[in-house]
Each structure stands twice: as structure tokens, then as C-alpha cells.
């Protein structure tokens, strides 16, 4: 290949990539304002209403308009990570806050699940703390979906070293056999593709990759058997 065919090469993918922004540009736009007016209407019945509904159906419709705004800053999050990761904000801040949150947004799940759950306090680290709760519910929902048994989930610390803190979540799930692990965090791979097991787009797990990694971090999987998994994220230590 020739230098002109390079230079041409190079102008189609810079091309594309000029489109591919201008798709997600779009498609954030119209995301955002969707969950604006959810999060308005939302607000609005509740204080129209606030005599004919009860305390129950007061909070839930505070709960669906905080949802709605939380997701507009996640798609905003999102967009700017797709563009530019030097943009995404990274602060000091309790790891067990981000965790904490994850695990009420999956609170219908874990209890549907019968799961437990256990929490043991975590290190304050230097990320986003919007980005860091999705991880989290990201990890603990493939930790609920993949079991056959009554989930058994343990978010700990791990050790610190470099300046790099280790988060673990461990459960007692199926296991990944050896031969996928390799493909977990592909896009658009789930073990119901090549196993018959649990359910989902195949994202997730390649979400928490590209994000950590843009916070300068990481995730592995650093154990998975019949007995269960174990996946360490590892982020700055504040």
C-alpha cells in the first residue's frame, strides 16, 4: 500500500469517525430530552397530585424522576467518554457511596432473587462517581443472572499497592468455564450465546472495561469454577 492509499485510508476513517459523532451527538440529544420531560411530568404530577395519591405512590413518582435525571447524566457521561476521556470528572470520594447506590437501583432484583448481599467497607478512590456505581450495578447484576442458586455476593477490598486500590466481588454463581473466559468482555458476548445461561445484551461487562480503563483503571476476572467468580476492579486510590 502506497502513501497516497494510506492518506486516502486514513481520510475514509476519519470520516467515519466524523459520523459516528454526529450519530451519537443526535442520539444523546434525543435521549436527553426524552428523560427530561419524564423527569419534569414526573415532578409536575406529583405536586398536582399530592392530595389523591398515597405517601407510597409519592415517592415513587420522586423515585422515577431522580432515575430519569440520573440517566441523563449517565447518557451525558456516556458521550463525553466516547469523545474524549480527559473530560470525564475524577474526584475523591467514598468508594461505598457509588456501591451503595448500585445496589438500591438493583434492590427489586436482589429481592427477587432472594440474594444476599454483603457489603464490607471499601477504600475512598479517585473516579467518577456516576460511572463507578453503573460498574458496580453492571457486575453484581451478571453476579445475580448467572446463578442457578440463591445468590451469595461479597463486594470487599482487596490490597493496596502502587497507589491503586483492589475492589472484589466474589459469588457463587455458575462459573464461567474456561474456554469463554477469554470472551467475556467482547461486545455483544453473553454466556446464553454459547451456554443456554442467563440473559443480556452482552455490553455490560465491556462497558465496565472501556470505562475504567478511561478512569485508569481495571477489571479482571481473577477466579471462576463451578463454585462461583471473583472480579477485581481497580481504580487510583484517593
Not at 431522580?66 to 447518557?75: G, W
Not at 446463578?147 to 475492589?167: E, F, L, T, W
Not at 461487562?205 to 476476572?221: E, N
Amino acid at each position: 500500500m502506497d502513501k497516497a492509499d494510506l492518506t486516502n485510508k486514513e481520510l475514509e476513517l476519519q470520516e467515519a469517525r466524523e459520523r459516528v459523532d454526529q450519530l451519537a451527538s443526535a442520539i444523546t440529544h434525543d435521549l436527553q430530552g426524552s428523560l427530561r420531560h419524564i423527569s419534569a411530568f414526573a415532578e409536575i404530577l406529583k405536586e398536582e397530585l399530592s392530595d389523591q395519591v398515597s405517601e407510597d405512590q409519592r415517592e415513587m413518582l420522586g423515585i422515577l424522576s431522580s432515575k430519569a435525571d440520573e440517566l441523563r447524566e449517565l447518557v451525558r457521561l456516556v458521550f463525553v467518554f466516547m469523545r474524549d476521556t480527559s473530560r470525564i470528572e475524577r474526584r475523591r470520594f467514598e468508594a461505598d457511596a457509588a456501591l451503595a447506590a448500585a445496589c438500591e437501583t438493583l434492590a427489586e432484583d436482589i429481592a427477587a432473587r432472594q440474594a444476599t448481599v454483603s457489603r464490607e467497607p471499601l477504600p475512598a478512590v479517585v473516579a467518577d462517581p456516576i460511572l463507578l456505581s453503573k460498574i458496580f450495578e453492571n457486575v453484581v447484576r451478571n453476579a445475580l443472572q448467572h446463578n442457578a442458586r440463591q445468590p451469595v455476593i461479597r463486594i470487599y477490598a482487596g490490597k493496596h499497592d502502587d497507589g491503586m486500590a483492589d475492589i472484589l466481588i466474589e459469588d457463587n454463581g455458575n462459573g464461567i468455564e474456561e474456554r469463554y473466559q477469554a470472551n467475556i468482555f467482547k461486545p455483544f458476548w453473553s454466556l446464553k450465546a454459547d451456554a443456554s445461561r442467563g440473559s443480556g445484551a452482552g455490553l455490560g461487562l465491556t462497558f465496565c472495561q472501556k470505562a475504567l480503563d478511561g478512569l485508569g483503571g481495571s477489571i479482571d476476572l481473577l477466579r471462576s469454577d463451578p463454585s462461583g467468580s471473583t472480579f477485581r476492579i481497580r481504580l487510583p486510590l484517593a
